[in-house]
T-cell receptor
Framework: KNEVEQSPQNLTAQEGEFITINCSYS?????LHWLQQHPGGGIVSLFMLSSGKKKHGRLIATINIQEKHSSLHITASHPRDSAVYIC?????????FGAGTILRVKS | NAGVMQNPRHLVRRRGQEARLRCSPMKGHSHVYWYRQLPEEGLKFMVY????????ESGMPKERFSAEFPKEGPSILRIQQVVRGDSAAYFC????????????????FGPGTRLTVT
């Protein structure tokens, strides 16, 4: 079993839909990151959180430390949100990454 | 304030040659991390460095790979005698000093170096 599991692996949505991507982890962590990667592109850090909830524009990230679970929500999705979304947990000195969720938003 | 810089962005090497990948952290950041993304695979930790020190190299292959972060200049990831299996995207990230606490600091990623071994 991987230390970080994401679901779903692939997600296709219609423009305007509300999207949720889930992340579960099995190790103790000091923080959790949500990252965005476009095809052939670099990696952008969307959020780092260790408790509660953070919001930035149409993106919302939540974490439940007791349940070892985090969710990334996208409200009013847009085709430009199409990308790979990666959950990564900080344990010790390094990030451990999930496999990523491939999101495609159709217009 | 420039972000994390990596160069080159694309690097082509023949089997047996050496590859040198450079990473300049964000201004004020003294912690550097290297990650590798193999084709169709997820990101994997390679090494964590502070200035002049390797803190954690548990993700580095035992042979041919080395990393340094000198007092002056960028961090360097060096791959000797490259093989086709080394073809991947190599990402560097940096974060600020941790002041000796257990607090986690956000990591900022560079654009990556895409290494192709022919």
């Amino acid at each position: 079993k991987n230390e970080v599991e994401q679901s779903p692996q692939n997600l296709t949505a219609q423009e305007g839909e509300f999207i949720t991507i889930n992340c579960s982890y099995s190790v103790g962590i000091s923080a959790l990151h949500w990252l965005q990667q476009h095809p052939g592109g670099g990696i952008v850090s969307l959020f780092m959180l260790s408790s509660g909830k953070k919001k930035h524009g149409r993106l919302i990230a939540t974490i439940n430390i007791q349940e070892k679970h985090s969710s990334l929500h996208i409200t009013a999705s847009h085709p430009r949100d199409s990308a790979v979304y990666i959950c990564a947990v900080m344990g010790g000195n390094k990030l451990v990454f999930g496999a990523g969720t491939i999101l495609r938003v159709k217009s | 304030n420039a972000g994390v810089m990596q160069n080159p962005r694309h690097l082509v090497r023949r089997r047996g040659q050496e590859a040198r990948l450079r990473c300049s952290p964000m201004k004020g950041h003294s912690h550097v991390y290297w990650y590798r993304q193999l084709p169709e695979e997820g990101l994997k930790f390679m090494v964590y460095l502070q200035k002049e020190n390797i803190i954690d190299e548990s993700g580095m292959p035992k042979e041919r790979f080395s990393a340094e972060f000198p007092k002056e200049g960028p961090s360097i990831l060096r791959i000797q005698q490259v093989v086709r299996g080394d073809s991947a995207a190599y990402f560097c990230a940096s974060s600020p000093r941790d002041r000796g606490t257990s607090r986690a600091y956000e990591q900022y990623f560079g654009p990556g170096t895409r290494l192709t071994v022919t």
